[in-house]
């Protein structure tokens, strides 16, 4: 069974602050999701990572996929009140379904 | 573009008693999910469709859960008997492929058992 693991479970930070959250496993897969949830709404994809070492940035949110592609982070810059949600990393084998973390719930203090 | 659409939103219900959520997912998309989120986890899927063929239903209690996609387009999902440890939110995706295309959720059907 492939599992992802997230950390850190909960996280509360003041604005303007970083923060780095991980998404671990011991399994390899072909790509990698990023999604964040908010309250009463279903989850919104932020970014995929295919590539092993691969870093992509989507404004102040910094995502990078292990060289092994096993593991994935998630770097939030200068974090801001609507940053606040629950980050969900989703692997993709390719050929089974979508296997979700238990995810990262992010509180940002204005 | 319209997303995808649920209800209802919320439901509340005793247990043994059944229920149903529909779904009406994005126009055009074949593929079709459903997931039972629990409160403090990621979400899980019950149930893949393409077009109105299962994909993969492995993770679905199917003693107690049905889904159907009749005509390829919306779709149902029953409990029936519901119990206890089924109080979750279920959500339901659609995609345009069937393997790592990005899946568009809708805002999900919080169930509540007593």
């Known amino acids: 069974t492939q599992l992802l693991e997230q950390s850190p479970q909960f996280l509360s930070i003041q604005e303007g602050e970083n923060l780095t959250v991980y998404c671990n496993s011991s399994?390899?897969?072909?790509?990698l999701q990023w999604y964040r949830q908010e309250p009463g709404e279903g989850p919104v994809l932020l970014v995929t990572v295919v590539t092993g070492g691969e870093v992509k940035k989507l404004k102040r949110l910094t995502f990078q996929f292990g060289d092994a592609r096993k593991d994935s982070s998630l770097h939030i810059t200068a974090a801001q009140p609507g940053d606040t949600g629950l980050y969900l990393c989703?692997?993709?084998?390719?050929?089974?379904?979508?296997?979700f973390g238990k995810g990262t719930r992010l509180s940002v203090i204005a | 573009e319209a997303g995808v659409a649920q209800s209802p939103r919320y439901k509340i219900i005793e247990k043994r008693q059944s229920v149903a959520f529909w779904c009406n997912p994005i126009s055009g998309h074949a593929t079709l999910y459903w997931y039972q989120q629990i409160l403090g986890q990621g979400p899980k899927l019950l149930i893949q469709?393409?077009?109105?063929?299962?994909?993969?239903d492995s993770q679905l209690p199917k003693d107690r859960f049905s889904a159907e996609r009749l005509k390829g387009v919306d779709s149902t999902l029953k409990i029936q008997p519901a119990k206890l440890e089924d109080s979750a939110v279920y959500l339901c995706a659609s995609s345009l492929a069937p393997i790592s295309g990005e899946q568009f959720f809708g805002p999900g059907t919080r169930l509540t058992v007593l």
């Open positions: 469709f393409q077009n109105n063929g299962v994909v993969d």
């Open positions: 399994s390899v897969f072909s790509s």
């Open positions: 989703a692997g993709d084998s390719g050929n089974t379904p979508l296997v």
